[in-house]
């Protein structure tokens, strides 16, 4: 049966993530995503009503032309997880393809929002959910997909894998290595070790390079919370307003957040559309998140609650909020220019869980809302945070358990790919035979 | 009555601390430590049998001949914690002194053992056990030195408090804010808050500005031991050899290494001088520390014991060794080279425990063990660490607790000081007024 | 005869220099400057109509309130050189004093600009024009102000030196150290050689500390102007587009561009209001500079004169315009956006001549700039610039000039002096003794 | 005619360079080249009596074995200039192949250097001279070998290209784009542009990514030239020692110290082994070098000079010296240390006319040798230079007058062609059709 890749999005850039591969006449679609920084560059631009093809021409979405070059059906489209960069360009793209949407029941939710805020284009495509561990056959010939669980800085993450007649595709986007989660299970590494001691074994891993440059090994989530309980701890005896700051989608650290507050004796509150939109969801599907919390998406509602926190007293209240990378028009960048009617006093506190996008204009912006904050005398406590994906070590690692027989780096660009490409050589493996190093827009042909 | 500050060492500098307060003619010295680095530039110095002169001409010890300035009588010579920029010029300088030496029993302990490797001077000091929370009466004009329990990368850190009649001298060098740290008792706040709010208050704070150019708060050692924990739990399922280095001195690290260990099946065990020595006498004064763990100390029989490792097979044993910061002949570089009977194998890990001294002749050093280990096969886990020293929240909290009426700060030289200056003027001190930046070699008049 | 130094403002920051001398009943103001930065934070503040208080609270211009501690009367204002941080408080603080501001030619045509810009304040100080090497008497007690010519970023740049009874006063802000500057004389080493050997010799010198933690020495505008002419001409047979930009009041390295887009070939022309309003008042005054340049500094004749641009084909035409840091609404940025007629090809060269103000926003802002050129197809040439400041070498030699008694570091913060007060320490002087480093607000008592 | 490159070495590091290209059955090596630091990180290694084999294992030479798997004769051995990490292989390998060695004259004298010390193998092969712009016949299937004049850091520096009946192949390791070289001929670019217009046009070109991740453009050597003129030019007062490094085979460097050491009125001298080797060979073949400057390469007749210049009087003489990136054996270290007779006064100056090379082993023994320098009292000045590599405009106008049907990066590893290939990718490249990203030891078809 012959195998192929098509390397749509995402193999030149962190963001547009997508990836075909057709197992004799059956395609599967992995990710669908959205380059947010490609559309951000442009002052006020509204992506909802814009038309693919100008978004593929920004570099925004991905160029999905090559898959007039896979001759085969596509079976399924099958994100891996919620991100904007693997589900953002679904409702630009997927009304393309006659085949349903295939992810785990958080991922799904937030991919009929992103259906339902499109203006331009009508999906009808099934939603189909599958949990971690599930498989479903994938067309006639054979194939079979398979979700493992992984662990991520969102909830139910998996990796998909595509079992063919040649061996198994990994599709390995975007994890880390994590025994100790907060939420969910650990990742299956017991699962990813059976692959690779399978009969036909894994014909190809696809691998998230985000940190392939970063030397040892992400840190579980369980550190990150470690420090942030100590972080809030430190603070019990402080009589004024605490304010924190996270990534929205970030379930388990802003039930971390919401947990910690309590201990401390402060009634948490999400604010923000986005807050509301990630953790109304984790709650409404019933995952292991404090049903009883707070959330406020509307403008104006948020203002009324603010009003209230300060009548109360901000001593009583931790406002979990929007702005964790300095957004010029978040909840957190307007309280620091006095914008709300939450006022900060000399001595409060700002958790940033969270780390800046090493990025020159999200440097710009974070240090400007920083800025902002100590004019209004706040103290900030930031980078109380670890990665979502995998390091050197854990790369070792995952290759040590699938021993695939071909890798394609993916989730970064040539010079992102190089850590990967060394360590890979390391264990044997050889650029441009087993090692394929590719960028947007090929086709390897693997059997 | 009179009360004078002599900014003696460690005021230029990270090393060779010494700082002594007068209370009429009552005379308190608090530290008297060495600059290691300022013997290492020196090819194959050796220290043991210098003249004190020559080491002040060098910059390696505090020029205490400001001392003759002083009108009084030295009652007490008082270490805060056994590291050697604290303890390491006691040997050469105590004998001048005819005063006891009064620090807690394990700085105590580290002393004594400077004291017989000294060959230049003999010092007949008393040596006065003291713990955190006692107090002594200094001299007869109703002063008191008390001690209060901090935490640091070594345990049975103090600052000590001088108490005067014109209110108290803290001499806060060197601590983070900690309130689960590992081994001991968290920082005495509450004693803090109590001083600041007494009769008196506190006439003067000098205080460790390490950190002080680093945002936000030094987290807790349980974020370290989380961080390390998680990283030798991932490596439970790994047959092959696994090497950790860390601060030999740091008892709470070499705690955690030693019981993860064993949790992931692994006899530990301590291997270099000075391993043995720290660890040896935090096991003889009885702290909370595994009395099982075999050290080893000399290199005859760390050869033997190494051989008997490869013998028994290496995914038995956890070797915590010396060199994290890649010293040339330490234990862990020397593995590296291949000049041990420990042979690394191809995917062996090697864990630091701590993070590079960012000063570019160390950051060559470790640069090249970690080469020369990764040319052994070996994967290198780096910067499981926290640092010891309050970054800029925990002094602002400390600013808070003690509202000082003088602060003079140490432990760095003025680039270094300027993040704590620019804190301390936001909280209202006035550089030259009541905020006293200064050199080594000062008389601070403060009363 | 008591003489004080006040240092009213830029001794915490870089900006808003103001510094008063008082010799006997004689009082001269050096400096009276803005801090930008300070005011870019807030969006679209205007502080054209603003009120000194309001701008002094916001730390945009020098809190002055403490020269009510000075006892003496104002003689004279005197700006250094044209920068708007030695000269952009002038309109808002001049008024209430009762003393004539002199200045070189320069220097005095655009502080005559800000004046009429102003909206608030009304001044009516005398403008008296002073050339470099020449005197005016002060008082009637004995002191004279001489202009020593400096070399620096901006042309006819000065060091006052006020001549005391008790010795001189020097005021070194801003230079290098430059002998072969293009534009004007070298640097007058000899006089501060002469300064320092007269028989009361300098008595104090306030220093300009920009780079005082840079090592070396500052090349020489020969050496900017050498990469420049090697830059250029390399782009001899390109031809398509070439775009410039540089600081539109380094007049000398402006003329540069002049002169080396006429050497290959390319008509240069001046975009811009501050272009136009720095090499106009250049042009008017008289200094070696191209008479024959076209100027055009409002929007809508440039967008007239772009148009032109392209109709004659973008060979011909070398623009130099604003955006040096990226600046949002300058003209090269809305050229990167595609909003003035000038259309940017595939290939088109755009030349920085400067470097990127090493803060965040500025960082940010430029990265941006460059990615939307970029986006356009232009090759980008950066950091063609040398600094307008001394480092440590020039330091050093200034010192070895002076040989002053006491010495003020100025223009930076705490941070910034601490390389200076190393180098100064290095050469005998003791902090707090004759090494003066000091905070906004303070008086210093010399004699 | 069957096509075919051998990328042997210097795909996956820079350092040891090796390429071979087959053409029908004749076959052209460029370069043989050593990789220094694989042999440094080995304690006291030396390399004149290793075997080939001990050093292709190390890394430190290329591993030629895949040329058995070239079908045809090697006609020569073409080192493109005389840096050692191009030319420091031929004694360990060229003796395997029965071909001559082609150069230009002073890269052929520095190879026979070279061949006389090596004591493991003998190499008979004849040395031939060729000059930049002349020919030589190759095999008899119709292919010539051209020289094209480049310009880089060592003079004398070639392209080679091979001329085949396919097309050229233009091999352009190591050049940057000066049209002012201080010594020597201007880069041919006139040359580059006719073979980009010739019928068959360039078949592939192999490029020189050392500064392929570095915006903008190399300046040219007037610029170091102008930059140390104004350096030295400003030290014409001082009466007391000036010391200078600079890299030993930098002819054009050592040219400009030797004129402008005469132009203030001192004597250079050029000391060290390497001085002498690279400096005396250049006077010797007669390049526009002083014929009368001193040197002196052996240990003793430098300590009796050095002893003559400090009888005489240190402000007579500037001593040219070994050093420059503080190696622990080099002669600046060791005056640094106090182990030569020259002694270093608070206030002489060393000038540093060359980069650190960024590796932490380098910046850390860099470090340290600045270290002593300042604690003898000398002024250091560091960075007086510029590249001899291409940065990223260089390489756009390169692919401008080329046109290469093929490219493949080489002079880096993979982390260090990404820049190139982002560029190559905008002009119109593709990875893995016609640009070819490569590892050591890979065989590329062309044809």
Redesign the interface.
């Known amino acids: 049966m012959e195998i192929e890749i098509a390397t749509i999005g995402g193999y030149e850039e962190v963001g547009r993530q997508m990836t075909a591969v057709r197992a004799g006449s059956d395609i599967v679609i992995f990710d669908m995503g959205l380059n947010l920084s490609k559309v951000l560059?442009h002052?006020n631009l509204r992506t909802e009503g814009m038309h693919s093809l100008d978004l593929i021409d920004m570099g925004a979405i991905p160029d999905d032309r090559i898959m007039n070059d896979l001759e085969g059906d596509v079976q399924a489209i099958v994100p891996t997880h919620g991100h904007l960069d693997h589900i953002g360009a679904i409702s630009k793209l997927a009304h393309r393809y006659d085949a349903p949407i295939v992810a785990t029941p958080f991922t799904l939710e937030l991919v009929k929002g992103e259906l339902e805020e499109e203006q331009k284009f009508d999906t009808d495509s099934d939603l189909i959910e599958m949990e971690a561990g599930e498989t479903m056959t994938i067309g006639d010939e054979g194939c079979e997909l398979e979700f493992v669980n992984v662990t991520h800085s969102i909830i139910q993450a998996i990796n998909p894998v595509l079992h063919t007649p040649e061996g198994a595709i990994v599709y390995g986007l975007d994890k880390r290595?994590d025994?100790?989660p907060v939420i969910g299970d650990p990742i299956d590494m017991e699962r990813f070790r059976e692959l690779g001691r399978e009969d036909n074994g894994v014909l190809c891993y696809i691998e998230d390079c985000t940190n392939a440059?970063k030397?040892?090994?992400t840190?579980?989530e369980?550190?990150a919370r470690?420090?942030l309980r100590?972080?809030l701890?430190?603070m019990e005896d402080y009589d004024g307003g605490i304010v924190a700051t996270t990534f929205s989608s970030h379930i388990a650290r802003v039930k971390s957040l919401i947990e910690f507050a309590r201990d401390i004796g402060r009634e948490p509150l999400l604010l923000g559309r986005s807050m509301e939109t990630y953790s109304g969801t984790a709650k409404r599907i019933g995952v292991d998140f404090p049903s009883d919390v707070e959330m406020v998406g509307y403008r104006h509602a948020i203002e009324q609650k603010l009003e209230q926190i300060m009548n109360d007293g901000k001593e009583n209240y931790l406002p979990v909020v929007t702005g964790h990378q300095g957004e010029p028009r978040a909840m957190l960048t307007r309280m620091a220019?006095g914008e709300t009617p939450y006022e900060l006093d000399e001595?409060d506190k700002v958790v940033f869980s969270a780390r800046v996008i090493p990025?020159?204009?999200?440097?710009?912006?974070?240090?400007?809302a920083e800025?902002?904050l100590g004019?209004q005398g706040a103290?900030?406590?930031?980078?109380i945070h670890v990665s979502g994906h995998l390091c050197q070590?854990g790369h070792?690692?995952m290759l040590?358990a699938l021993q695939p027989q071909n890798i394609i780096p993916a989730h970064q660009?040539?010079?992102g790919?190089?850590?990967y490409?060394?360590l890979a050589?390391d264990k044997g493996y050889?650029?441009?035979e087993d090692l394929h190093?590719?960028?947007n827009g090929?086709i390897i042909q693997l059997v």
Chains 1, 2, 3, 4 share one sequence.
């Open positions: 560059i002052d290595m025994h100790t440059n030397k040892g090994r840190p579980s369980s550190v470690e420090h100590d972080t701890y430190s220019r001595g990025e020159p204009t999200n440097e710009g912006q974070r240090y400007q800025k902002l004019m103290r900030v406590y930031s980078d070590e070792y690692t040590e660009d040539l010079s790919f190089s850590g490409v060394d050589s050889t650029l441009g190093t590719t960028t090929n």
